[in-house]
């Protein structure tokens, strides 16, 4: 009942009224010259009637506080292990071994230096924190709030006033995470996980452990020998780009040479009937399935299976004719 009064907007001048009673009939005594205690006027003030859109007010407010804490508790559950992954380095046993000794032994035993340092590094650890997840985590949130708002806007007839920021953030946000998506392959300069096999990020991660009161691990030593910037800096990583593009160049150059001059040699070599076409089938089998993996479009796929055919037919053509 109440909802149906808060969605009538005919009825807002009338609860306007009902609600404003007590402070009309003051301002009336008033303008007859009669004094009203101020006590009075607290009071009616005070004890004012609740009106309907106020009860509705209340209760959504109730919902929304309640439906926060919800969608919190079900984004750290969901999350987690997904932020912070701790992976072991050595084997595992020996760690844990070494972590329930001390806790089942009323007494420690003493050991050497080395086996103290043995049992050290097998415990070893890596510890990576992800800002991806972190990205995910936001597109789950903002698209919760916008189901509750679809569903408000379609059950209960109501326009809610956020819905286009929420949208507006939604689309950057799935924008945000196809960015992040891009940077997969850049490896350990990856500047969406914050790992503990460089040097910066493992002070970092220590510094983090010891201001929420955690112990500190033992960190695996990092795979980086100096200290670099996040993501690397501008230079070194436009010297590691062309570098890795010029040894893809000289890569693929290699591989298209053998593919070329690999089933020439091989129908000169082997004379049998068939040998021809099996061969010729074969490559061109193979060189299809490469160009399927390393290019995007259809037609390019295909275009390059076919020219390469070609070239296989006409020498195939050309060594029949010889025979």
């Not at 201001?211 to 010297?239: C, D, H, V, W, Y």
Request: hydrophobic residues 40%; neutral net charge.
């Amino acid at each position: 009942m109440a909802f149906s009064l808060y969605r009538d907007n005919s009825l807002a001048p009338i609860l306007e009224k009902v609600t404003d009673t007590a402070s009309s009939s003051i301002s009336y005594h008033s303008r007859l010259g009669h004094e009203i205690p101020e006590e009075l006027s607290n009071i009616a003030t005070q004890y004012r009637p609740t009106t309907p859109i106020e009860i509705v007010s209340e209760h959504t407010t109730e919902q929304i506080g309640t439906m926060e804490q919800g969608t919190r508790g079900f984004l750290v559950q969901h999350f987690r292990n997904e932020v912070l992954k701790i992976t072991s380095q050595k084997d595992p046993v020996t760690c844990l071994r070494n972590i329930l000794n001390p806790l089942l032994d009323s007494k420690p035993v003493a050991k050497p230096d080395d086996v103290e340092q043995a049992e050290k590094k097998a415990c070893q650890v890596t510890m990576t924190l992800s800002i991806a997840a972190l990205s995910r985590m936001r597109m789950r949130k903002l698209q919760i709030e916008l189901t509750n708002r679809i569903m408000r806007i379609h059950y209960l007839k109501e326009l809610p006033d956020d819905w286009q920021s929420l949208l507006q953030e939604y689309i950057t946000a799935t924008r945000d995470n196809d960015y992040i998506r891009t940077c997969v392959d850049r490896g350990l300069h990856d500047p969406f996980l914050i790992k503990s096999e460089r040097k910066v990020d493992a002070a970092i991660l220590q510094a983090a452990l010891v201001e929420i009161g955690k112990q500190e691990l033992n960190f695996a030593p990092p795979l980086e020998k100096e200290s670099r910037a996040i993501g690397g800096t501008r230079t070194e990583m436009t010297q590691k780009q062309r570098t890795e593009a010029f040894l893809k160049r000289v890569v693929v150059s290699i591989i298209g040479g053998a593919f070329l001059v690999g089933p020439m040699w091989l129908m000169i070599l082997v004379k049998t009937p068939y040998s021809s076409l099996i061969i010729t089938t074969v490559f061109v089998f193979v060189a299809g399935l490469a160009a399927a993996r390393v290019l995007n479009g259809d037609i390019h796929v295909v275009s390059v299976t076919a020219a390469y055919a070609a070239v296989l037919v006409v020498f195939v053509g050309a060594n029949g004719s010889s025979a």
